[in-house]
């Protein structure tokens, strides 16, 4: 079965879908099998996957909204061994329709069923709200990654976030726990930089693991998207894809040791 993970923080900007597509090219150019789901109607997961988004048949969408099942949504990408689910700005209707149905939080934990045997990781590109879209991916997934921006607002909203976390795992009985704090654009050199990961480290350091990658600002990364590549590809000695190999790297090393437990 696959470990599902939810790239999670309702900030907008702060590296989600960056670190959804590259982590999980990067793990699949490691040899492991990969699924991402692009749950947010802006469809930048699809798009820098290089999916075009409005020529999709099939999208997240008709799942969730029951038409067609998952796997049948699933399509490759250029990348051996990464697979995704697209999405477009027809998911925008789903928050209304999908809170008329019975059950609602766990319509996307339901419709998983299908296709998680397939894939060693499932990574959740989870758009930038707490929303009925937010709260689907919060109960489908087994564990979260929570990029945080390096800058002065770093924590603003985190109280939110966790809170809604919480509330999944009491009320919908559905627990996932933080993986990982990633911090993305990010600048030892600058000291903002070095004061935001201070403060991460007060707010989380007792309680949550902070990954020791950290991704920095490189450009790269932010090119990489308009060739329809994940930037491990399109530029696989960059400095952003270098940070992306390491925490794939990371990530793996975590299998290890849950595999000796
Ligand atoms: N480490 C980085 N270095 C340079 N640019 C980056 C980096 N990470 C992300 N970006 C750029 O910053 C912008 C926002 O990143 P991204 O789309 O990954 O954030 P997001 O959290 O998914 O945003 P949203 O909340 O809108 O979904 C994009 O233009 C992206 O290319
Ligand atoms: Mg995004």
Redesign the pocket.
């Known amino acids: 079965m696959a470990e599902i993970i939810a790239?999670l923080?309702?900030?907008?900007?702060?590296?989600?879908?960056?670190?959804?597509?590259n982590l999980s090219a990067a793990l699949a150019l490691m040899g492991r099998k990969v699924l991402v789901i692009d749950m947010?109607p802006?469809g930048?997961?699809t798009t820098?996957l290089g999916i075009q988004k409005n020529a999709v048949e099939d999208t997240i969408y008709s799942v969730l909204t029951g038409d067609v099942p998952m796997q049948n949504a699933v399509v490759n990408t250029e990348v051996p061994g990464l697979d995704m689910i697209p999405s477009n700005i027809s998911l925008s209707g789903a928050e209304i329709e999908l809170s008329k149905e019975v059950g609602y939080h766990a319509i996307l934990d339901m419709a998983m069923d299908g296709v998680s045997q397939g894939y060693d990781y499932i990574f959740l590109?989870?758009?930038?709200s707490l929303g009925i879209l937010t709260i689907n991916c919060l109960v489908a997934a087994n564990s979260i990654i929570i990029?945080i921006?390096a800058e002065f607002y770093a924590l603003e909203g985190m109280a939110d976030l966790l809170e809604a976390i919480q509330l999944v795992e009491t009320r919908l009985n559905s627990p996932a726990p933080i993986k990982g704090i990633l911090l993305?654009?990010?600048d030892a050199r600058t000291r903002l930089g070095r004061d935001v990961y201070e403060n991460v480290k007060q707010y989380f350091g007792e309680t949550e693991h902070i990954f020791s990658t950290t991704?920095?600002?490189?450009?790269?990364?932010?090119?990489?998207?308009s060739h329809g590549k994940p930037c491990v590809t399109y530029d696989e000695e960059s400095k952003?894809s270098r940070?992306y190999l390491e925490l794939a790297g990371e990530i793996i090393n975590m299998e290890d040791r849950e595999d000796n437990k």
Do not use: F, S
């Not at 590109?125 to 930038?128: E, M």
């Not at 600002?217 to 990489?224: I, M, Y």
């Open positions: 790239i923080n309702q900030k907008g900007g702060c590296g989600k879908t960056t670190t959804a597509v947010d802006q930048n997961a820098g590109d989870v758009p930038p990029p921006q993305t654009l990010y991704i920095p600002r490189n450009v790269k990364l932010a090119e990489a998207p952003g940070a």
